[in-house]
């Protein structure tokens, strides 16, 4: 009996309602935030992440009006991110009900934010979202960070990151594949895989869920602690009672 995983519902937001696109573009509408997160409470959700995908790029902070209403659904855990550039912004969300909260491009625009905000919340408190494409350079193959909701490469590699975010104080990482994005064809195992060996806390994988199988196996194969999910869950394609009884049949801990 291994440690229970974790299935996550990610609401990724936008002017108030729930998006979500291939390759973080091409959106398209999936709901009230508020509805969808009483939905995946009740459905049995292990927490809910809360993604603001336009305020990094648009240079505001999260819509905390929304961040309210979202928490005062739920008793589950549940993260919130985007546009958090300083100490104040986090605890604004922390006391607007957000348990976690989740860095991206301000963390690697000066990546001592991730120190200030682990020692003044608690390292629990804190999450690290790395977004990340492949590169292939002759036979090389890495992974590229990017930042402002997956527009901008950096240069940085993927799993250097990820470990200099845990010396940093980061308690897990949210790490989503660019090109899995919405594509509903699977985790990327080998980026996942590449994390997971490479630090010591939680990873939660993210990008390209479209079966319960692909949980099966970016929980198994890729030794994720956690899979984040949006369109099977959003659409209805895959419940997710339905996704932790095909877990529990396979062998993988889950909270029923």
């Known amino acids: 009996m291994g440690l229970t995983k974790r299935i996550i519902p990610c609401l990724d937001v936008d002017r108030g309602r729930v998006r979500k696109g291939t390759h973080f573009l091409d959106l398209r509408d999936a709901g009230d935030p508020v509805e969808l997160a009483s939905r995946y409470r009740d459905e049995g959700a292990d927490e809910l992440v809360f993604l603001d995908i336009t305020a990094s790029v648009e240079q505001r902070q999260t819509m ?132 997971v060996e490479r630090v010591r806390i939680p990873v939660i994988a993210s990008g390209g869920c479209g079966h319960p199988a692909h949980i099966f196996d970016v929980l198994t194969i890729g030794g994720a602690d956690a899979a984040l999910a949006a369109s099977i869950f959003h659409y209805d394609k895959y419940p997710i009672p339905h996704v932790k009884r095909f877990l529990r049949e396979r062998g993988v801990e889950v909270r029923l």
């Open 64 to 195: 905390r009006a929304w961040v309210e209403q979202v928490a005062r659904a739920l008793d589950i855990p549940f993260t919130v991110g985007g546009g958090i550039r300083t100490l104040e912004d986090a605890r604004a969300l922390l006391c607007s009900g957000a348990d976690k909260i989740s860095v991206n491009t301000a963390a690697l625009a000066r990546p001592a934010l991730i120190r200030e905000l682990s020692e003044t919340f608690g390292r629990q408190c804190v999450v690290v979202a790395i977004d990340a494409r492949r590169r292939a350079e002759g036979e090389r193959l890495w992974f590229e960070v990017y930042s402002h909701g997956g527009r901008r490469p950096t240069g940085r590699d993927a799993v250097a990151w990820a470990q200099e975010a845990e010396a940093l104080g980061a308690g897990e990482i949210l790490l989503t594949s660019i090109d899995q994005d919405g594509t509903e064809a699977g985790y990327d195992l080998e980026l996942t895989r590449a994390v």
